[in-house]
C-alpha cells in the first residue's frame, strides 16, 4: 500500500498561482458540491479542506452547493447534517449557500436556448434504445430516428413535457453533439428526464429534471466559479461540460480533476455506508466506527486532526491508497497536544496496601506533562485500589518491568510498591495482591532515587468510579473492503467490545467535548448520545500506538 502518496504536493494550487499570475483569472471561487443523499465522509473532507483551503489561501471564496437535481434520495436531514459537518471542519460559506434547485428555472431556458440553436432535441426512443444506440468504446453510436425534429416540434414537445403531459421515460431532451464521438459522454448526452417525484424544496413544481451534467457546470457558471474542482472520474465529461459552456456562451469555469481519497480498512461509497446503516451493522451514520464525518467528531477525532490530515495526504493525479494509520496518527498527534492525562483502569485487578500510614495520601499530578498551564488535579491514594490487570504476572520473564511476587513497581504519581502476598479464588485466579508502600517514595515527582523501572496506572476504589467503556476497533478486518465481493463478509466481528472500567473521580463528571488521555492506554472521550449527567460513557477515540500493524505482523 503507498502510503507516501504525494505528501503534501497540491498541484492544484500551482495552476491556481499560474492562473492568476497569467491574468486567465482575477480571483478564486471555489465551490464544494454535494449531492444531500447521505452523510459525508472523510472522502468528502479531503474535498472540503481542498475547496475551502484553496479559497482562503487565494483570499477568495468557497460556496456550499447543495447538487440536489435528483428528487428520489434527497432529504432535509441530509442537507442539515451536511452544513453541521463543514461548520464542524472549520470553514465558512458566509452567505454563500446554494441549490442547484434554485437553478431550475434558469437551467431550463438554456434548454430552450440550446433547441432554439439546434443543438438538443426531444428523443422518443424508449430507454433500451437509447442505451443500445450509444454504442460501445469501440463502435460508434446510431443517430436517434428523432434527431432531426424541427426545432419548432423540439419546443412544443418539450413545453409538453414539462406541463407533465407525458409518463416518466416517454421522452428525454439530448444534446446534439457527436453519435460518433470516442468520448461516450459527447453521443448526444441526455440533459433532461421526466421523473413524476416530489423534490425535497421544489416540490410538485417540476416533473422534468436536469441531468448532473446539464446541471454542474451551468451552476458553477451563474454562481461565477473559477475553479470547478472534482474527482477524476469526471476527466471524460470535461469535454461535455466546456461544450455546454460554450454553446451557451456563458462564463467559463475551468473543471480540474484531482484522485479522490481511498482509505484502507474503509467503505466510502454512500451506497454502502447507507446499507452498513439500513441493515444495523452499525448504530446510524454517526456510529463512532464510520468514516462519517459525524461519526469521526462523535468519536472525538478533533477537526484539525481532519485537516492535518488532509494537508498530509496531498493531492495528486493518480489513485493511491492512504493507510488508515495515516489518520489515526494526524488523531494522535494532535490529542497529543491537548488532551489532559488521566489514570484508568480497564481491566482491575484488586490491589490492598497493608501499610499505608494514613487513610487517604493525597498528591498533586499534572494533567499534562509538557503543558504547566494545564493545571493540576489530586490524586488520593488509599489502601485499596486497582491496577490492570496486565501490569501483575506471577510467573514474569526476565524483562517484565511491572508487578510480580516480591518485586517493585511505582504507582504512578503516588509511590513504590511491593508485592507481598498473591491471593487466589477457588479456580486459581489471582483475585487479589498485598502489598506494601515504601512512604519514603511519595510525590507526584518521581525523584527520590530510587531505581524502580515500571510505572502503572491506578484507581483508588474509595473515590475512583466505575463506568463503561467501549473499546472500538476497525469496522473491517480487510485493507480493500471495496473490493470484497460483498463487504459485508469483511465486517469485523470485534469492532465493539463494551468493559466497565475503574476512573478517577472527576471523570464521572466528564461531558463529552473533551478527550482525555488514559496514560498508558489511549485516548478516550464521553459519547455524546448515550453519556447522561454524572453517568458518562466513555468510548476510545484512537489507542495510544499503532497497535494494529503490530496485531497483523506487520
Ligand atoms: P455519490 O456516490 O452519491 O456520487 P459522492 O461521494 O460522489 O457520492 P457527492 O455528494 O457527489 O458524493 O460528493 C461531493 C463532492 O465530494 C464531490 O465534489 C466529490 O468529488 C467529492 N468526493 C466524494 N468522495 C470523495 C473522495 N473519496 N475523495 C475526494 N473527494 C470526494
Ligand atoms: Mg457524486
Redesign the pocket.
Known amino acids: 500500500m503507498d502510503t507516501s502518496a504525494q505528501s503534501g504536493t497540491n498541484f492544484i494550487r500551482n495552476q491556481i498561482e499560474e492562473d492568476l499570475r497569467a491574468g486567465k483569472r482575477e480571483e478564486v471561487i471555489t465551490r464544494?458540491?454535494?449531492?444531500?443523499?447521505?452523510y459525508?465522509?472523510?472522502?468528502?473532507?479531503?474535498?472540503?479542506c481542498?475547496?475551502f483551503g484553496l479559497a482562503q489561501e487565494f483570499n477568495g471564496r468557497c460556496h456550499l452547493r447543495f447538487?440536489d437535481t435528483n428528487p428520489v434520495k434527497e432529504e432535509d436531514e441530509y442537507v442539515n447534517a451536511i452544513r453541521e459537518d463543514v461548520g464542524w471542519l472549520g470553514f465558512d460559506w458566509g452567505e454563500h449557500q446554494y441549490f442547484a434547485s434554485d437553478y431550475f428555472e434558469q437551467l431550463y431556458a438554456w434548454a430552450v436556448e440550446l433547441i432554439g440553436k439546434g443543438l438538443a432535441y426531444v428523443d422518443s426512443q424508449t430507454p433500451e434504445q437509447i442505451r443500445e444506440g450509444r454504442g460501445t468504446l469501440t463502435t460508434p453510436g446510431t443517430e436517434s430516428p428523432f434527431r432531426n425534429r424541427a426545432v419548432e416540434e423540439n419546443l412544443a414537445l418539450f413545453t409538453a413535457m414539462k406541463n407533465g403531459e407525458f409518463p416518466d421515460g416517454a421522452h428525454v431532451l439530448r444534446a446534439k453533439i457527436d453519435m460518433a464521438a470516442s468520448n461516450m459522454n459527447l453521443r448526444d448526452p441526455v440533459m433532461y428526464r421526466i421523473l413524476h417525484a416530489a423534490h425535497h424544496r421544489t416540490g410538485d413544481s417540476w416533473c422534468i429534471y436536469p441531468m448532473y451534467d446539464f446541471a454542474h457546470g451551468q451552476s458553477d457558471s451563474i454562481e461565477g466559479v473559477t475553479h470547478s474542482?472534482?474527482?477524476l472520474?469526471?476527466e471524460d465529461h470535461r469535454p461535455l461540460y466546456d461544450w455546454f459552456i460554450r454553446s451557451l456562451e456563458i462564463h467559463n469555469p475551468q473543471q480540474i480533476e484531482?484522485?479522490?481519497?481511498?482509505?484502507s480498512y474503509t467503505v466510502?461509497?454512500?451506497?454502502k455506508l447507507l446499507q452498513l446503516v439500513q441493515e444495523e451493522h452499525v448504530r446510524g451514520w454517526d456510529d463512532p466506527r464510520m468514516p462519517t464525518i459525524s461519526g469521526m467528531r462523535r468519536r472525538g477525532y478533533p477537526p484539525q486532526a481532519i485537516r492535518r490530515f488532509c494537508e498530509r495526504i496531498g493531492v495528486g493525479k493518480s489513485d493511491s491508497w492512504i493507510d488508515l494509520s495515516t489518520l489515526e496518527d494526524c488523531v494522535r498527534e494532535e490529542l497529543n497536544e491537548t488532551a489532559p492525562r488521566r489514570l484508568a483502569v480497564l481491566d482491575p485487578l484488586k490491589v490492598v496496601i497493608t501499610n499505608l500510614p494514613e487513610q487517604r495520601i493525597d498528591t498533586r499530578a499534572a494533567n499534562h506533562p509538557q503543558r504547566p498551564e494545564m493545571g493540576t488535579r489530586t490524586m488520593s491514594l488509599t489502601p485499596e485500589i486497582v491496577i490492570d490487570r496486565s501490569d501483575f504476572l506471577e510467573d514474569p520473564p526476565r524483562k517484565f518491568f511491572r508487578l510480580a511476587p516480591g518485586k517493585e513497581v511505582r504507582l504512578r504519581h503516588a509511590c513504590i510498591i511491593r508485592c507481598d502476598e498473591v491471593i487466589k479464588d477457588d479456580s486459581g485466579e489471582v483475585v487479589e495482591l498485598r502489598c506494601s508502600c515504601d512512604p519514603e517514595t511519595f510525590g507526584a515527582n518521581p525523584a527520590d532515587g530510587r531505581k524502580v523501572k515500571g510505572t502503572i496506572q491506578w484507581v483508588s476504589t474509595e473515590f475512583g468510579q466505575q463506568v463503561p467503556v467501549r473499546l472500538f476497533d476497525r469496522l473491517f478486518v480487510e485493507p480493500t473492503p471495496e473490493r470484497a465481493e460483498d463487504f459485508r463478509q469483511c465486517l469485523n466481528p470485534e469492532s465493539l467490545q463494551e468493559v466497565r472500567a475503574w476512573v478517577e473521580p472527576e471523570l464521572g463528571q466528564a461531558r463529552p467535548g473533551t478527550v482525555y488521555q488514559f496514560e498508558r492506554i489511549g485516548y478516550f472521550t464521553p459519547d455524546t448520545k448515550d453519556s447522561s449527567l454524572d453517568a458518562p460513557v466513555f468510548q476510545r477515540t484512537v489507542t495510544l500506538r499503532d497497535t494494529w500493524a503490530k496485531q497483523q505482523g506487520k
Open positions: 464544494f458540491p454535494p449531492e444531500p443523499n447521505g459525508l465522509h472523510i472522502g468528502h473532507a479531503k474535498s472540503i481542498l475547496n447538487d474542482i472534482c474527482t472520474e469526471f484531482f484522485a479522490r481519497l481511498n482509505l466510502m461509497s454512500k451506497r
